[in-house]
């Protein structure tokens, strides 16, 4: 599907973020509504994982609903970042050898340029381990960077579907919701992902600048 084809918005009211995720596979009878083509070279860096990672403990679960509660209250943005390494520590995890193996190889090829590489071992990754949130995420970010919104859509509802705390994924949400001109739901993607984090880097500023813009509007 190319970015040129329609998206389907369901016509019933359902929460924001949630009605920007279903838009990939709403039902026959939903009214159908084409974004603008998005402007070229516009994309903003998305939120991606810190290159050094602590080590991580056993019991992930519990770990990570101790790690958000922290990071909603941290009292700075240095202790923030601490537990946000922390919680993309316990996300890179993926259990697997070989999982861990091809990711090697996907950060190889990423840092080589070689996107098509980089996403065919990621094609991969989900075969064979597609409880593995960050191999979406990764492959999420990859099609944004290559302004293939639609399959970076895709990949993030796999995150959200497995991980809905998943800020950086929130984040890439609402990056191609602005890249779209769809300037409300992606306020509302930005808000919701700093509820997450409070301390999350270069969104509170698009807040800042999407509510200017959405108030102005409403006013």
Known sequence: ?????????PAFAIPALALALLA??????????????????????????????????????????????????APDAE??????GRIWAQWMASGSDTANLLMTRVKTATDARDTDLAIKLLDAIVEIKPDYVEAWNRRATLHYMRKDYTRSMADIREVLAREPRHFGAISGLGMILQEFGDEKRALDAFRQAVAIHPHLQRIPDLIKTLTEKVDGRDI
């Open 79 to 84: 202790s923030a970042k601490h537990i946000e």
């Open 1 to 9: 599907m190319s970015m040129s084809q329609r998206f389907l918005i």
């Open 24 to 73: 990939l596979t709403a039902p026959s009878n939903a009214q159908t509504v084409t974004p603008p083509n998005p402007p070229a070279g516009r994309n903003v860096a998305p939120i991606e994982p810190p290159t050094d990672l602590p080590r991580i403990r056993a019991d992930r679960v519990r770990g990570l609903d101790f790690l958000f509660e922290a990071l909603k209250v």
